[in-house]
């Protein structure tokens, strides 16, 4: 019995410790919160789901690439645009046909979020989307597009305004708040990669 | 016959059963089990008779302890789950050595008090405890010396053992 | 009143039943809402309001269950222990008194028919961890049977100190004897029969038989459904048992402010109070080890009684 054992005076004061900190936590009112009842609080940035910004979105495929378990599904074409003015040069632009995010594949590790150079995904504070079979978890874009309303202003890009609010002055066919890099060099850029097929991304049906 | 008889009768056939099974039976643990029916069976036999305090002494000595110690100790040995085969001559010689202590009891208690039925009349347990700490009290406190003693005497060769083993 | 003696009997055994299927709920219930507000948690609240029918989902659960015998199990023993286990406190529960006319069976040396039955009840924990041929239980069975038969002794030594002081076997003779002073002279032996008490329940901190870090659940490990049931519903109808039994021995039962009206009452509040402490001490306080457990009985508990019980026997013969 070489150890350093306490004594039994100390012993009999750590059961009262014991006691008296139960007791305590007693008299004070619990922590839990009722969950299904009462709305979490949760912090506005908290990552919760993932939201499109359609109008943003360019077709260029970098989140679909760097998503480590290729959960993001995009289908776009190409159309042209009569030049503006005379003499112009038409330019071609995508148009996004599908973008699809299977969430049971989804780890949400947010860096197709961090990718995006056109801010058109955000994170959402939403987490109540439970279904009850699997497939039902791949979501398409009216339903991502649905989860920007709660997305907190401060990480909107600048000068975007949600559809309700008063309108800025703002050109409708450019993407929102951004302006470096432009829209035709890196739709463009994107294009090259793909050789010119945007439906790059064999799709698992 | 009244409501007592019966009820004697029916405690002391399940006693006698179960003492039956506990003799008879193959598996050392499951003959243990049978031994605290039959000790149970035993107190209630006494409950039945008016003796209310050896009765429950008797569950709380010999079902509570001692039969506890037995199954402890046969669990502790994993010994309870095998079968045991004694050999024929063991079983006729302890059938005829069972079958010989019940005749000679039966008899002497037959030869004593005959056939007739007695009123059952013991001591309350007021009385038991005066007899005991009054009378008796000399061989109770011999008996407590005994216990002691053996008591005192199991410590030691626990430690003995101990301090052997450290030493070498 | 004069009702006749069958009839008396059927009401006495039905209203035992009624208490000891009603009491053990009562004392889970308030485990569940007291241990998880020491804890900073709400409990059970889905349940009828504040969750106050969780006992009886979860009664109704277990008896959905698929009821398991496995295959390696010493059938019989198996299926017949959560009887054993149960059985011995519906016994103990009738002879307790909640006032002097509030008894069941009252029988005269109703102190030593409770521990006796009581004691039957190891069986049950012992039947269990052998009939599940599991090593776990089997392990648990043995720390079961060491741990009831070490601490049978200090507590019986405790009761018989407050049997010496009230010179009777009876609970009710004992309850009546009683008077505030014992809650001082009988301190030490109130203080042991509390730890036996608790340790024959096989409860925190004496729950080495069950330790689920240990022995997974010891000798309850193989059990399902309904018979897993009845063994919990033993552990609470043993915390009922033993509160009761300390408030008869130690606390004066239903003496207090109009005891003739309202002393089964006091007897239930102070139960209560012994309950809840017991339950407390399982918020509270971590396992003993085995080692440890042993030690506590015989070197501490042990010596304490018998100091108990010289002390009793003093002051009955300077006093009485």
């Not at chain 2, 149970?40 to 429950?56: D, N, R």
């Not at chain 3, 055994?13 to 241990?35: C, D, N, R, S």
């Amino acid at each position: 019995m070489n150890e350093d054992k306490p004594g039994a005076l100390q012993a009999l004061r750590g059961l009262g410790k014991g006691l008296a900190t139960t007791a305590k936590t007693l008299a004070r009112p619990a922590h839990t919160r009722q969950y299904p009842h009462v709305e979490p609080d949760l912090p506005e940035r908290s990552h919760g789901v993932i939201a499109l910004l359609e109008e943003n979105c360019t077709s260029c495929m970098l989140c679909a690439r760097e998503c480590p378990d290729w959960c993001i599904y995009i289908d776009s074409h190409k159309e042209t645009l009569e030049p503006t003015t005379e003499g112009g040069r038409a330019r071609q632009h995508n148009v996004l046909d599908r973008f699809d995010i299977d969430f049971s594949l989804c780890m949400y590790c947010g860096i197709c979020i961090e990718v995006c150079p056109f801010d058109a995904l955000f994170w959402a504070p939403d987490f109540a989307y439970a279904e009850g079979d699997i497939r039902n978890l791949l979501h398409e874009k009216p339903k991502l597009g649905t989860w920007m309303e709660r997305v907190p202003d401060a990480t909107l890009p600048e000068g975007y305004a949600r559809p309700g609010a008063e309108t800025p002055a703002q050109d409708a066919d450019g993407p929102v708040g951004v302006t470096e890099p432009s829209v035709g060099e890196a739709g463009s850029s994107a294009e090259g990669t793909d050789a010119g097929d945007t439906s790059s991304r064999e799709v698992e049906e | 016959m009244t409501s007592r008889d019966v009820l004697f009768a029916a405690v002391g056939l399940i006693t006698a059963a179960a003492a039956v099974l506990a003799v008879t039976n193959r598996r050392v643990l499951h003959a243990g089990l049978w031994l605290v029916v039959s000790l149970g069976g035993l107190a209630g036999c006494y409950l039945v008779l008016g003796a209310e305090l050896v009765a429950l002494v008797q569950l709380l000595v010999y079902v509570g302890a001692v039969v506890v110690l037995v199954l402890f100790a046969l669990m502790l040995t994993r010994s309870g789950g095998g079968e045991v085969d004694t050999s024929p001559a063991h079983r006729w010689l302890a059938a005829g050595v069972g079958a010989g202590m019940t005749v000679l009891l039966g008899g002497a208690l037959v030869a004593a008090y005959g056939w007739d039925t007695r009123e059952v009349a013991g001591p309350g347990n007021e009385h038991i405890g005066e007899e005991i700490f009054g009378t008796w009290v000399w061989p109770f406190e011999l008996l407590s010396l005994l216990l002691l003693a053996a008591l005192v005497t199991a410590v030691a060769v626990a430690t003995t053992g101990h301090s052997r083993d450290r030493a070498a | 009143m004069d009702l006749p003696l069958a009839v008396e009997i059927i009401l006495k055994a039905v209203v035992v039943l009624a208490a000891f299927l009603t009491l053990p709920l009562a004392i889970g219930q308030t485990e569940h809402k007291v241990m998880a507000h020491m804890q900073g948690r709400l409990g059970p609240m889905e349940a009828g309001p504040h969750g106050i029918a969780q006992l009886v989902a979860d009664g109704i659960k277990f008896v959905q269950k698929e009821d398991v015998t496995p295959a390696s199990a010493d059938r019989w023993v198996f299926k017949l222990a959560p009887a054993v286990a149960l059985i011995p406190y519906l016994v103990a529960l009738a002879a307790i008194p909640w006032s002097a006319a509030w008894v069941a069976a009252d029988v005269p040396a109703s102190l030593l028919l409770v521990l006796a039955v009581t004691s039957v009840g190891v069986f049950g924990t012992l039947m269990a961890g052998w009939g599940s041929g599991n090593k776990y239980s089997l392990v648990g069975g043995m720390r079961a049977g060491a741990q009831l038969v070490s601490y049978e002794l200090p507590m019986v030594l405790a009761a018989a100190s407050v049997a010496m002081a009230a010179g009777s076997l009876s609970l009710t003779g004992i309850a009546q004897a009683w008077s505030w002073w014992w809650l001082i002279w009988q301190l030490p032996g109130a203080l042991v029969f509390l730890v036996a008490a608790v340790a024959e329940l096989q409860r925190v901190p004496f729950d080495s038989p069950l330790a689920d870090s240990e022995v997974v659940f010891g000798p309850y490990t193989e059990y399902t459904g309904l018979r897993f049931a009845f063994f919990l519903l033993a552990e609470y109808a043993g915390i009922v048992v033993m509160s009761l039994l300390f408030t008869v021995l130690f606390l004066g039962g239903w003496s207090g402010p109009w005891s003739d009206t309202l002393g089964p009452l006091w007897t239930l509040l102070k139960a209560a109070l012994v309950a809840i402490l017991i339950l407390w001490l399982r918020i509270a306080w971590p396992r003993v080890r085995e080692d440890q457990l042993q030690r506590l009985a015989w070197l501490v508990l042990l010596p304490l009684a018998l100091v108990q019980l010289a002390l009793t026997g003093v002051g009955v013969v300077v006093w009485g």
